[in-house]
């Protein structure tokens, strides 16, 4: 007979990475499944750092999958406030969740983070960015961040990886998950090509990579859901002496705005000061812009995302294929590459050129990113909303208006369906079969996801400890 686990998780990233470690400092000598899709943190090698930028198409992709999922490539930011970065508050409440990011916090500090910490303390010139923030009719969101930078991260997901591993928790790579076993309304195990694996808990996060794929496996199981906000746009590349008192103190600023016309709300999201625009890979090599930071190598630029977030109502019921259709609308003008169009071009109405970008005092970080028209792909009332955001911010940062700031399209954010689950992240129709992080739709960033990794961790124990 095969071996049945305590507990399988399907995916490596922060979510289940906390769960397992959660798990194993717990209940020493638990058996742990972890299946992922990708590959392990020592082969993740993505070839544009050695062949000048030219992104290659590997499958799966080593930005996007692997050991630590998205978020051992990224800048590597935690955010040190229950305000940003999901939604946990709305299931356990303001105050544990900043319980819990304290405690999830001294684990990352336990394997290599940066003891530093940006924005927790206010200075004068916060308080008067604050004010410039006012005038601007913007929010800001006061969140201190602890900064990993994207090489640093990978030491430390390296070292929780050698942990669990000496621990007993036994993870296969390259082997993604097809279907969940389910038998009266319980969970048996999950299935993958290669063979069926059972257990008496699954726990699901799969990441953004895999939330098309989770959303479809709940509607093949009848596993409830729910249509969450789609957050779509640009990623903004300008000079770093145009961000500097921002970047100095703050970081990264969480900056919001409601348009005047529409209403709709639009914030910054994920800046990397110093930083690097990239490219990710998803299934069917559709292509949609990020960016990063390293601890140490910096560039001249700084980049951030500007994301429009859209609430649908019925009928609508497919936020992650909407957003795949604009980012495929780009992908086909620029074969499968990353659209760049100056600021100044876009508010004209015309399509940036490759004179036009070479003559620029601002030297894109994405070297194979295409020149093109933003207006071709993105929905005029995004496009409005992103123009109208970025007079508003350099009201705070002047210069973030010139012509010369690059816009890197499309951005989106595959989080967008949302998985009920109860308080315990524990489907309601499913025993036993618990999700969690971004890609069931409950968080948005490495704390969060971390953080629930650790809460479900501690639900499933607390279920093993009534059965004993």
């Known amino acids: 007979m095969d071996k049945k686990y305590n507990v399988i998780i399907v995916g490596a990233g922060p979510a289940g990475i906390f769960t397992a470690y959660e798990l194993i400092k717990e209940k020493p000598g638990i058996s742990i499944l972890m299946l992922e899709k990708g590959r392990d943190i020592y082969k993740r090698h993505c070839p544009k750092h050695t062949n000048g930028g030219i992104c290659i198409n590997c499958k799966p992709c080593s930005i996007t999958t692997g050991w630590a999922g998205a978020g051992a490539f990224s800048d ?12 946990l508050p709305d299931y356990i409440g303001i105050d544990t969740a900043r319980e819990m990011i304290r405690y999830t916090d001294d684990i990352y500090l ?5 003891a530093g910490i940006h924005g927790h303390i206010e200075t004068p010139a916060m308080r008067e960015i604050g004010r410039k923030s006012i005038e601007a009719n913007l929010k800001l969101v006061q969140c201190p961040v602890r900064h990993l930078g994207t090489e640093k991260t990978q030491e430390l997901y390296r070292s929780l990886y050698e942990h669990l591993k000496n621990s007993g928790v036994e993870v296969r790579f390259n082997s993604p998950v097809t279907d969940f076993i389910i038998e009266n309304k319980q969970v048996l195990g999950v299935k993958s090509a290669v063979k069926n694996y059972f257990g008496d808990y699954v726990m699901v996060a799969v990441g953004r990579d895999g939330s098309d794929w989770l959303m479809k496996q709940c509607a093949i199981q009848a596993i409830p859901t729910e249509v969450g906000i789609v957050d779509i746009g640009v990623r903004v590349e300008c000079r770093n002496e145009v961000m500097q008192e921002i970047n100095d103190n703050f970081y990264e600023a969480k900056l919001i705005h ?3 016309t529409v209403d709709d709300k639009v914030r910054t999201f994920c800046s990397n000061p110093g930083g690097f625009v990239s490219s990710e ?6 292509a ?13 630029n700084t980049n951030f995302a500007l994301l429009v977030s859209q609430q649908f109502t019925e009928p609508f019921n497919a936020p ?17 590459k990353i659209m760049v169009q100056r600021f ?15 003559r620029n005092n601002i030297v894109p970080t994405l070297k194979d990113a295409v020149p093109g028209d933003l207006s071709l792909v993105l929905p005029h009332r995004i496009l409005f909303d992103i123009i109208e955001m970025i007079k508003s911010l350099d009201k705070v940062s ?14 989106v954010k595959f989080y967008s369906n949302i998985v009920k689950v109860d308080k315990s992240f524990q489907s309601p129709s499913v025993r036993n079969l618990f999700f969690g992080g971004d890609g069931a739709g409950i968080t948005r960033g490495l704390m969060q996801a971390s953080v629930n990794g650790v809460l479900i961790a501690r639900e499933i124990i607390n279920n093993l400890s009534s059965k004993s």
Do not use: C, Q, W
């Open 110 to 114: 336990k394997f290599g983070a940066d």
């Open 320 to 336: 992650i294929e909407y957003g795949k259709h604009i980012a495929r609308l780009a992908n086909m003008l620029t074969r499968n």
């Open 281 to 286: 890979y998803y299934d069917n090599n559709l």
């Open 398 to 411: 002047p210069g973030l208006a010139s012509d010369e700031t690059l816009l890197y399209g499309v951005e």
């Open 288 to 300: 949609v812009v990020n960016g990063h930071s390293y601890k140490d190598l910096k560039s001249e």
């Open 258 to 260: 409601y348009t005047r």
């Open 344 to 358: 100044g071009d876009l508010v004209r109405g015309r399509r940036t050129t490759s004179d036009r970008l070479y």
């Open 76 to 87: 590597g930011k935690l955010s040190l406030s229950p305000e940003v970065g999901g939604t």
